[in-house]
């Protein structure tokens, strides 16, 4: 069956712009997450969804970044006025539900900001 | 002090060497533990749980130590299809399934 999938693959954008990322989960994952990995850095968590609402915020770095969720399906993570440290892959994961269940990663977007 | 510390690596191991990765995570309320794959420029993939019996699916080996918050990867006879980045990975205690990687340790595996 069809994965997690996430859309552009790449991105690359000029300093001070807006971006938005895609994530479309495996169908009937009720729980959603982001996360992005630097380099040289770990995979650090953004956020997570049950359904359409995200009951944990506690990884976005800063207000530039927000995501919303509908549908309980398609997610989209918004970067605002980007900058050079957002540069990142941005991975989305989905789970059957939250609390614990195995978590499928999408092939993440790749973004530079330059 | 990071919430799940590895050791970078790398490890450069012969075909059929036994290798092992260790971790540590600070949080003692930590209730689910794993062991994540990740090849170069891909996404990660869970390879296997970690329980407080210790698992083992095939060449892979993985315990737990709660006292000492302590996870080990075992992997025996290396294979070239070993070489990749292995995260040590812990649920964040709460119910929200969100988790806490490792920096990651990579091995090498080399004919």
């Known amino acids: 069956g069809a994965g997690v999938s996430q859309s552009p693959s790449n991105k690359v954008t000029e300093k001070g712009k807006d971006v938005e990322l895609r994530c479309d989960p495996i169908?009937?994952?009720?729980?959603l997450y982001w996360y992005r990995q630097s380099l040289g850095q770990g995979l650090e968590f953004l956020i997570y969804?049950?359904?359409?609402?995200?009951?944990?915020k506690s990884g976005l770095p800063s207000d530039r970044f927000s995501a919303e969720r509908t549908g309980g399906s398609v997610s989209t993570l918004t970067i605002q006025r980007t900058q050079q440290e957002d540069s990142a892959v941005y991975l989305c994961a989905s789970s059957t539900r939250g609390g614990g269940g195995e978590q499928f990663f999408g092939p993440g977007t790749r973004l530079t900001v330059l | 002090r990071k919430e799940v510390e590895q050791d970078p690596g790398p490890f450069n191991v012969p075909e059929g060497a036994t290798v092992a990765f260790n971790c540590t995570y600070s949080n003692s309320a930590s209730q689910s533990f794993f062991w994540y794959r990740q090849d170069c420029r891909k996404e990660p993939k869970l390879l296997m749980s970690?329980?407080?019996s210790g698992n083992e699916d095939g060449r892979f080996t993985a315990q737990l130590n709660r006292a000492s918050q302590y996870i080990s990867l075992l992997i025996r006879d290396s294979k070239l299809s070993d070489s990749a980045t292995y995260l040590c990975?812990?649920?964040?205690?709460?119910?929200?399934?969100?988790?806490?990687f490792g920096q990651g340790t990579t091995l090498q595996v080399k004919p």
């Open positions: 969804f049950q359904g359409n609402s995200a009951p944990d």
């Open positions: 169908s009937g994952h009720t729980a």
């Open positions: 990975v812990v649920n964040s205690p709460g119910n929200t399934g969100k988790l806490i």
């Open positions: 970690v329980y407080s």
